[in-house]
């Protein structure tokens, strides 16, 4: 900075001014700093200004698989909503191994950043307060019964509810359910995660229409993962009569997975069958048949997170009690419900 100065023939506040767009600058003068700047490829240094200021400027994001298309956009977008407030992301992918997300905390996000919007998997909310060391966290679809940290939701109840309800309105009335297990609903360590929300929406739904949901109408799978979905609709094709006549898979990609491999064993839908995702990725639109969904409002999601954020780094009642919010989301209805009657 002090090189810049001195080659611009100001001040170095002058030019630290300057450098940070103040309006106070003259035009002529910013002109003279910027060229400077140029000239001698100066740029900012981070750790110096974390250490003045004690902030860096930089929010940490961890979230889940982002090789797959629901988190992969969810991340884009809290990564444009960061931006939006002159801000930069760290997007870190986590696992499902506890020791995956202690050290993004610990190695990370804790010390580079500050804040964080994070999705838990294994870690308790024990151990997160000892990692975020003092610095805010936000957290994405938190399965604690009783919040500790800010966090957004997905709509899991209410769109599972949606999901289930366009198929009985499309006439289905054998309708499975793909992802999840039927006791994930009373389980005491799924009841509030998300396949335990969205399975409570399916049971409501159906006992409210005078169905009677049965164990074995819920296909639980190892992950969520479109290849197992793929292999599944393999299995139900090989049986002697479909055993449903509309079927809600937990996310998008088990929709897709499984509406392939039922189409692989000669079993098509809409025809045979209708299908509902979830999530409202961009890839269900594109597919053959296109997929009817139940879509999250990604761009409603990030803003919440990141409002959340900012308003705990900002003190903003920081004795407030943790606020818990949902994104908003929608039925998409596309081919793979339009039944041919």
Not at 140 to 157: K, N, Y
Not at 192 to 217: F, N, P
Request: charge should be negative.
């Amino acid at each position: 900075m002090s090189d810049v100065a001195k080659e611009a023939q100001v001040s170095r506040a002058t030019a630290s001014y300057a450098l940070r767009g103040d309006t106070r600058i003259a035009d002529d003068t910013r002109r003279r700093v910027l060229l400077a700047a140029r000239k001698l490829r100066y740029s900012a240094n981070l750790s110096a200004r974390s250490l003045r200021s004690g902030k860096s400027g930089i929010i940490g994001v961890a979230i889940f698989e982002l090789d797959k298309p629901y988190p992969a956009q969810m991340s884009a977008a809290i990564s444009r909503q960061i931006n939006a407030h002159g801000m930069q992301a760290i997007i870190q992918q986590t696992s499902n191994s506890k020791q995956d997300e202690v050290s993004i905390l610990r190695h990370v996000t804790s010390q580079l950043c500050d804040g964080t919007i994070f999705s838990p998997g294994s870690i308790t909310n024990e151990e997160m307060q000892e990692l975020a060391d003092g610095k805010p966290l936000v957290l994405l679809d938190d399965p604690s019964a009783e919040p500790v940290f800010d966090s957004v939701m997905t709509a899991g109840f209410e769109g599972a509810a949606m999901a289930v309800r366009h198929l009985l309105d499309c006439g289905c009335r054998r309708i499975g359910v793909v992802g999840a297990d039927m006791a994930d609903s009373t389980d005491p360590v799924q009841r509030h995660s998300v396949r335990g929300r969205r399975v409570a929406g399916c049971l409501k739904t159906l006992k409210a229409a005078g169905i009677e949901a049965r164990r074995e109408d819920f296909l639980s799978l190892d992950r969520w993962d479109g290849e197992m979905a793929r292999d599944l609709g393999h299995h139900l094709a090989d049986t002697t009569d479909l055993p449903f006549d509309g079927i809600f898979c937990m996310t998008d990609s088990l929709a897709l997975g499984l509406i392939r491999g039922l189409h692989e064993c000669g079993v098509e839908v809409p025809r045979d069958l209708a299908v509902v995702g979830f999530d409202g990725i961009q890839e269900g639109e594109s597919y053959i048949p296109s997929l009817t969904t139940i879509s999250t409002d990604k761009e409603d999601l990030a803003r919440k997170a990141v409002d959340a954020l900012l308003a705990r780094l900002q003190g903003d009642d920081d004795n407030r009690p943790p606020t818990r919010t949902t994104a908003g989301c929608r039925l998409v209805v596309r081919e793979s419900t339009a039944r041919i009657r």
